[in-house]
T-cell receptor
Framework: GQQLNQSPQSMFIQEGEDVSMNCTSS?????WLWYKQDPGEGPVLLIALYKAGELTSNGRLTAQFGITRKDSFLNISASIPSDVGIYFCAGRNTGNQFYFGTGTSLTVIP | GAVVSQHPSWVICKSGTSVKIECRSLDFQATTMFWYRQFPKQSLMLMAT?????????EQGVEKDKFLINHASLTLSTLTVTSAHPEDSSFYICSARLGAVSLNEQFFGPGTRLTVL
């Protein structure tokens, strides 16, 4: 099935740096979700977005639902070692179909 | 709240045997559960949507006779991999939808690592 385009594919950053990743789709989405997956575990929901333009924070994480409804970004401020993992965007389009992004692997160097 | 469990967390089986994986929503009722498959360093691929009391809806390319799904109650869905072969080795993850369709938040189980020898 369709997958959302997520970038970057991987990131290697120093502890304390900010991180930004985004997700784009060729079609309009009604819902954007951001998940984090640790090795050998299932994804854990971080942030859910339901309205175009919506900006939502969860601690050091901030995500926005793009105005065009075709994209979303996730920012992590002041990264720490436990932020390591794979981050996935996901969304539901106007046809009520649910898709996952290709994932962004984050490595935080202490 | 919104906890989803999976059992077993890992399983090793011989080629040709069948394996059943359980997915439970522990603190909510889930009319819809989803089954995903994930290969190493890849994203989750939706296999099927499981609706309580009705037949599952399979994604294109997923063999319904090989991956049997049963959603007998509002808190339990099972995936049975029949006549498993080494190429079926993968990480299988279920999720359950909490709330109305319009919200579509999915909460995931911890996954089941299947290794077929």
């Amino acid at each position: 099935g369709q997958q959302l385009n997520q970038s970057p594919q991987s990131m290697f950053i120093q502890e304390g740096e900010d991180v930004s990743m985004n997700c784009t789709s060729s079609s309009i989405f009604n819902t954007w979700l951001w998940y984090k997956q640790d090795p050998g575990e299932g994804p854990v929901l971080l942030i859910a977005l339901y309205k175009a333009g919506e900006l939502t924070s969860n601690g050091r994480l901030t995500a926005q639902f793009g105005i065009t409804r075709k994209d979303s970004f996730l920012n992590i401020s002041a990264s720490i070692p436990s932020d390591v993992g794979i981050y996935f965007c996901a969304g539901r389009n106007t046809g009520n179909q649910f898709y996952f992004g290709t994932g962004t692997s984050l490595t935080v160097i202490p | 709240g919104a906890v989803v469990s999976q059992h077993p967390s890992w399983v090793i089986c011989k080629s040709g045997t069948s394996v059943k994986i359980e997915c439970r929503s522990l603190d909510f009722q889930a009319t819809t559960m989803f089954w995903y498959r994930q290969f190493p360093k890849q994203s989750l691929m939706l296999m099927a949507t499981s609706n309580e009391g009705s037949k599952a809806t399979y994604e294109q390319g997923v063999e319904k006779d090989k991956f049997l799904i049963n959603h007998a109650s509002l808190t339990l869905s099972t995936l049975t991999v029949t006549s498993a072969h080494p190429e079926d080795s993968s990480f299988y993850i279920c999720s359950a939808r909490l709330g109305a369709v319009s919200l579509n938040e999915q909460f995931f189980g911890p996954g089941t690592r299947l290794t077929v020898l």
